[in-house]
């Protein structure tokens, strides 16, 4: 069975930090990409970051970049998404997704094919 599950989540204040955590189970993660998404209340979906099967390659959401950064661990089938300088619009609930390709030129929903249920992060004083 192909999964993906997300850890890491919760309350922080604004200025925090959060390390989410997106682990597969039933793959590998050496043939396609990972990107994590999300959403807020009333919102729209948005990919917030990927990265490629080799690792060699990232993508950020501009509103996230310098601040948020991706990894991973192939051998612990895991990919890591650290969120620095946390903002309430940061806010949201937070999915990973396993894409159908192995780099980054598609962070959009129809481009994945396994998700994660979804983790939610809450930045608030």
């Known amino acids: 069975q192909l999964k993906l599950v997300e850890s890491g989540g919760g309350l922080v204040q604004p200025g925090g930090s959060l390390r989410l955590s997106c682990e597969a189970s039933g793959f590998t993660l050496n043939y396609q990409a990972i990107a994590w998404f999300r959403q807020a209340p009333g919102k729209e979906q948005e990919g917030v970051s990927c990265i490629s099967s080799s690792g060699s390659s990232t993508k950020y959401l501009d509103s996230v970049k310098g601040r948020f950064t991706i990894s991973k661990d192939n051998a612990k089938r895991t990919v890591y998404l650290q969120l620095n300088g946390l903002k309430p619009e940061d806010t949201a609930v937070y999915f990973c997704?396993?894409?159908?390709?192995?780099?980054?030129?598609?962070?959009?929903?129809?481009?994945?094919?396994?998700w994660g249920k979804g983790i939610q992060v809450t930045v608030s004083s």
């Open positions: 997704a396993r894409g159908i390709y192995s780099d980054c030129d598609r962070v959009e929903s129809v481009a994945m094919d396994v």
